[in-house]
């Protein structure tokens, strides 16, 4: 079945470091990719997706390029603030059934100054 | 347009009591999925509504779960008889369909059962 596997956190980076969430997915056919945020006490938010192979989603500074190859989307960004602590989730849609999201179990990020 | 809401952010329930959770999509999304994410873990889905037609549950929607959408609008989650295992985060997600489809999400009701 579908599922996404996340780079196991916690995270600690100090403040302009490169960051770097690993996500490999396994999906029949042609999945959508997405990374979502939770902030401390708020809901998810959609942070990037994409939507087919070799596509780079991004925003915030934050990237993920779609890799069919190796079944991968890592999200990426060259210099994080301590306001991008958060927990990030990597999750796909099939695009068949009820076009449901499965989700990664999170890794949660934590910028020091 | 505000977003995806839901009531009550929180709710503390005793063991063997009825929740009702209270999700309000985005105006012009038709579908309508619900989620459970406990700690440390990332959402899982339960169900799914397309207009007011409930299409999918998952496996995870036991007998004592129900969902409604009566006017493919607002829809309800209720919980009977609940039980310890069912505290956890309840999120409501709502999309407008489509090959792109995105799904936005409420903050979430928090469940407590003593």
């Known amino acids: 079945g579908d599922s996404v596997t996340q780079m196991e956190g916690p995270v600690t980076l100090s403040e302009e470091a490169f960051l770097t969430i690993n996500c490999t997915y396994t999906?029949?056919?042609?999945?959508?990719l997405f990374w979502y945020v939770q902030y401390p006490g708020e809901g998810l938010q959609l942070l990037l997706k994409?939507?087919?192979?070799?596509d780079k989603g991004s925003n915030k500074g934050f990237e993920a390029t779609y890799r069919k190859e190796t079944t991968s989307f890592h999200l990426e960004k060259g210099s994080v603030q301590v306001s991008d602590s958060a927990v990030y989730f990597c999750a796909l849609n099939s695009r068949t059934g009820a076009n449901n999201l499965f989700f990664g179990t999170g890794t949660r990020l934590t910028v020091i100054p | 347009d505000t977003g995806v809401s839901q009531n009550p952010r929180h709710k503390i329930t005793k063991r063997g009591q009825n929740v009702t959770f209270r999700c309000d999509p985005i105006?012009?999304?038709?579908?309508l999925y619900w989620y459970r994410q406990t700690l440390g873990q990332g959402p899982e889905f339960l169900t799914y509504?397309?207009?007011?037609?409930?299409?999918?549950k998952s496996r995870l929607l036991s007998d004592r779960f129900s969902a409604e959408r009566p006017k493919g609008s607002f829809s309800t989650l209720e919980i009977q008889r609940t039980e310890q295992g069912d505290s956890a985060m309840y999120l409501c997600?709502?999309?407008?369909?489509?090959?792109?489809?995105?799904?936005?999400f409420g903050p979430g009701t928090r469940l407590t059962v003593l």
């Open positions: 997600a709502s999309s407008l369909g489509g090959e792109a489809d995105t799904q936005y």
């Open positions: 999906a029949t056919g042609y999945p959508s």
């Open positions: 509504f397309q207009n007011e037609a409930q299409l999918e």
């Open positions: 994409a939507t087919k192979a070799d």
């Open positions: 105006s012009e999304h038709n579908r």
